[in-house]
Nanobody, 123 residues
Framework: QVQLVESGGGLVQPGGSLRLSCAAS????????MGWYRQAPGKQRELVAT???????DYADSVKGRFSISRDNAKNTVYLQMNSLKPEDTAAYFC?????????????????WGQGTQVTVSS
């Protein structure tokens, strides 16, 4: 089994910062991309940021310059540093990993998701 566990959400005032973490564990052979998505009430889930195994990053236009994604391959962990938070950043944030489990043959990559962590930006 493969698990992704997020942490770091909470309530913050506009202009504040939060750092999300997501650790992947279990029967992992390798991880390619990892990323963060978010879903606000009544809206579809949307991409926030991704990072490849080589460190290449991609961001939604709405968070460029404010959010930074990073990854510790040795710990199978991805981080999302969120600065200058706005009320419109309020959402449930979900970690995603594109993972090759080590108990599946032939090797096959699958998407895995964390349970989500709530971020609320409000005064």
């Amino acid at each position: 089994q493969v698990q992704l566990v997020e942490s770091g959400g909470g309530l913050v005032q506009p202009g504040g910062s939060l750092r999300l973490s997501c650790a992947a564990s279990g029967r992992i052979f390798s991880i390619t991309a990892m990323g963060w998505y978010r879903q606000a009430p009544g809206k579809q889930r949307e991409l926030v940021a991704t990072v490849s195994s080589g460190g290449s990053t991609d961001y939604a236009d709405s968070v460029k310059g404010r959010f930074s994604i990073s990854r510790d391959n040795a710990k199978n962990t991805v981080y999302l540093q969120m600065n200058s938070l706005k009320p419109e950043d309020t959402a449930a944030y979900f970690c995603n990993g594109r993972i090759y489990p080590d108990n599946v043959w032939p090797r096959r990559e699958s998407d895995y998701w964390g349970q989500g962590t709530q971020v609320t930006v409000s005064s």
